[in-house]
């Protein structure tokens, strides 16, 4: 198989390439090729991914042993469509029986060296366990990615979000470094660190931000209180992950705004590391599926069988240059659509026009209607007027459903008084009705009312599963 510019397997890379400061491709030859060329060097790669796997993880020898799959199967991307699909609960599952790491990792475990996971809030943490040497196929994936974002190693980036377990830090200062930019590693989540970050940025005018949208937001808010305009900074490129919201219009509005900076999207799970697979360019409206480093497929959630272009689905992910612990068809339950490659940077990769905009996990019905909290944020967000935050409320009277949202309301529209809010809220309900299909209550707070985030805001309350649970509680005693 031929390996256009470095695309080895193992992965390899020169440490020391960089492309010429003028050139728009990291590797032209690979972010251009024909769709159809770019697929059959992906089978390749898949071919030699499932074979090492197969010799070296008992798990996915197992798991697809019992499906009736070898990796001698595999002829094509059709084949590839047959291997079962990979769930994170399973993963979960297999560190628990096998700890620390899974029969998953294909590698000795001395040569791990870097343990990064998930919080385990919500049950027992997954540990992801990263070689040296995928540490740096990830620190050169990312590079290239952001060269595309049109990040230059004159750059500085600010890195605004939390140095710990969390991927997403560390992909962008490993990227940055590896591009050769300049890294200001600050982080947050301690106790006052918004207005330093603001100070911070008027001081060393970085050019490049990495964080959460709620962050960068709150950021925004914290300079306005304190007289501080964030054009100031000098911030020209913001890129984010850990949460949608960069994809989503009014959002995307008001942080260009606020910044008067480009807004870049990117991002798809830490388990499928280096998650800057999904990434807007500079030039791109929408993600890039970067398919040549994670193979990304889009696939219907109930039969998991692959949707056409055009259509609406989860995405599917097979890492292509990870040996330590790959993740071969990981099912993400995120929801998106695709399009046919299309991006005027002249990358020939598939598009995600509205990016990453929710979970399947977290859509909920009212009355018949299936709504994301994304479609709700856009059209709160978008109205003249509004204070910075507010909270989806889903309830039960009897056997209805009803949805409010609480919703921040600024100085303007406090100074008009009750009138002025009272016909504030009705306006914003009449857009979500339009939008939803469904009547939701707007309850106004006035702005400051719902406590900031430096992390990923959580703005789902369903007070129907609170109520189920009390009866439960009830009936048991």
Not at 292 to 306: A, F, G, H, K, Q
Not at 335 to 350: F, H, N
Request: include cysteine; charge should be negative.
């Amino acid at each position: 198989m031929s390996s256009p510019e470095q695309w080895h397997w193992p992965p390899s890379y020169d440490e020391t390439y960089v492309p010429p400061l003028d050139q728009q491709h990291w590797f032209p030859v690979r972010e251009t090729m024909a769709e159809a060329d770019r697929e059959q060097l992906v089978l390749g790669r898949i071919q030699e991914l499932m074979v090492y796997a197969w010799e070296h993880s008992p798990f996915y020898r197992e798991k697809w042993s019992e499906a009736g799959i070898h990796p001698s199967h595999v002829r094509s991307l059709e084949d590839f469509e047959k291997v079962p699909v990979l769930r994170k609960d399973e993963l979960r599952t297999e560190q628990e029986a096998h700890p620390p790491f899974g029969r998953y990792v294909c590698v000795p475990e001395p040569e791990i060296k870097h343990v990064h996971g998930t919080s385990g809030t919500t049950g027992r943490p997954t540990a992801f366990g990263i070689s040296g040497e995928d540490w740096r196929a990830v620190a050169n994936a990312h590079a290239r990615v952001m060269w595309s974002m049109g990040i230059r190693p004159s750059d500085t980036l600010f890195v605004g979000s939390f140095f710990s377990l969390y991927m997403g830090s560390w992909g962008a200062l490993i990227g940055a470094e590896r591009l050769g930019a300049r890294v200001f590693p600050f982080g947050a989540g301690v106790a006052g660190q918004t207005q330093r970050a603001v100070n911070w940025m008027l001081q060393m005018r970085p050019t490049a931000f990495y964080g959460t949208p709620s962050y960068a937001l709150r950021i925004a808010e914290v300079a306005e209180e304190g007289g501080v305009d964030c054009r100031d900074f000098g911030i020209r490129t913001m890129l984010f992950g850990g949460e949608p919201g960069a994809s989503v219009r009014s959002i995307r509005k008001r942080l260009e705004e606020a910044y008067g900076a480009r807004v870049l999207d990117t991002g798809s799970m830490a388990e499928v590391t280096p998650w800057m697979n999904l990434s807007s360019s500079a030039a791109s409206e929408g993600m890039l599926c970067w398919q040549d480093i994670v193979y990304t497929e889009v696939v219907d959630p109930r039969s998991l069988s692959r949707v056409p272009y055009g259509s609406e689905g989860t995405p599917v992910y097979t890492t292509l240059e990870r040996t330590s612990q790959p993740m071969i068809r990981l099912l993400s339950n995120d929801l998106t659509r695709w399009e046919a490659p299309s991006s005027p940077c002249g990358r020939t990769y598939p598009v995600l026009p509205r990016g990453i905009y929710g979970r399947i996990d977290d859509m909920f019905t009212v009355r018949g209607e299936n709504i994301y909290p994304s479609a709700i944020d856009d059209v709160v967000m978008a109205g003249p007027g509004y204070g910075g935050e507010h909270r989806i409320v889903i309830s039960r009277t009897g056997s209805m459903d009803e949805l409010a949202v609480q919703v921040e309301h600024d100085e303007t529209v406090a100074a008009g008084g009750d009138p002025a809010i009272a016909g504030w809220s009705a306006r914003l309900g009449d857009n979500l009705r339009e939008v939803l299909g469904v009547t939701a209550t707007v309850r106004p707070v006035p702005r400051g009312f719902f406590k900031r985030t430096d992390l990923k805001s959580r703005r789902v309350v369903d007070e129907r599963e609170l109520a189920s649970d009390t009866v439960d509680t009830a009936s048991r005693g």
